[in-house]
Nanobody, 118 residues
Framework: QVQLVESGGGLVQAGGSLRLSCAAS????????MAWLREAPGKEREFVAN????????VYANSVKGRFTISRDNAKNTLILQMNSLKPEDTAVYYC???????????WGQGTQVTVSS
């Protein structure tokens, strides 16, 4: 059974940092692109960042570039999102997802809440 389990969300003041983790299990993700997406209240789910599991090449949304860093720990099969200089507009439920070669997000985590207070 494939599972993506996020952790690390919480409440932080503006300017603070949080580190999200996504533990992946149930299959090999070496040929997947792993992504973080977020969904704020009343808004559509949006792309935050992704990383190719094998190469480590990463892509970021303009809104988080320079503040967030996506990485993966191959040994632990874990995806990480380091979030610095957080802003109130970063408040959202953050989801980990695995994107297959077709471009479709095939697997999703349950989400973790990030709340940034001003």
């Amino acid at each position: 059974q494939v599972q993506l389990v996020e952790s690390g969300g919480g409440l932080v003041q503006a300017g603070g940092s949080l580190r999200l983790s996504c533990a992946a299990s149930g299959r090999t993700f070496s040929h997947y692109t792993m992504a973080w997406l977020r969904e704020a209240p009343g808004k559509e789910r949006e792309f935050v960042a992704n990383i190719r599991w094998l190469s480590g090449n990463a892509v970021y949304a303009n809104s988080v570039k320079g503040r967030f860093t996506i990485s993966r720990d191959n040994a632990k099969n874990t995806l990480i999102l380091q979030m610095n200089s957080l802003k109130p507009e970063d408040t959202a439920v953050y989801y980990c997802a695995a994107q297959g070669v077709t471009g479709r997000y095939e697997y999703w985590g349950q989400g973790t809440q990030v709340t940034v207070s001003s």
